[in-house]
């Protein structure tokens, strides 16, 4: 088992950035492939990015490409969501995400374990 608790999120003006994090608890966090997806009123939970167990690999959403920014500290149970040139779209409820088989998947039905959540709203 594996406890995901978000933080960082709030209200921030279009081009402004934010830095989530995502504290973990239970299992060793080594073990997983970290993500982030993303969901907004009305729509579907999404792909944003996703890092390997070790933090060497790292794959985007186009939407995200170039902005934002994952990273993950092993020895603080941490992964990190640095989100810059941030724009209305990008408003959301951020979750992060365990994948205990390491697939580095944007899939959300392959990751076992999920946080809160934790709310970004981008003002024009």
């Known amino acids: 088992q594996v406890h995901l608790v978000e933080s960082g999120g709030g209200l921030v003006q279009a081009g402004g950035s934010l830095r989530l994090s995502c504290a973990a608890s239970g299992r060793t966090f080594s073990a997983y492939a970290m993500g982030w997806f993303r969901q907004a009123p009305g729509k579907e939970r999404e792909f944003v990015t996703v890092?390997?167990?070790?933090?060497?690999?790292?794959y985007y959403a186009d939407s995200v490409k170039g902005r934002f920014t994952i990273s993950r500290v092993n020895a603080k149970n941490t992964v990190y969501l640095q989100m810059n040139s941030l724009k209305p779209d990008d408003t959301a409820v951020y979750y992060c995400?365990?994948?205990?088989?390491?697939?580095?998947?944007?899939?959300?039905?392959?990751?076992?374990?999920w946080g809160q959540g934790t709310q970004v709203t981008v003002s024009s």
């Open positions: 995400a365990a994948d205990g088989m390491r697939r580095n998947t944007p899939r959300v039905s392959e990751y076992d374990y």
């Open positions: 890092i390997s167990w070790s933090g060497s690999r790292t």
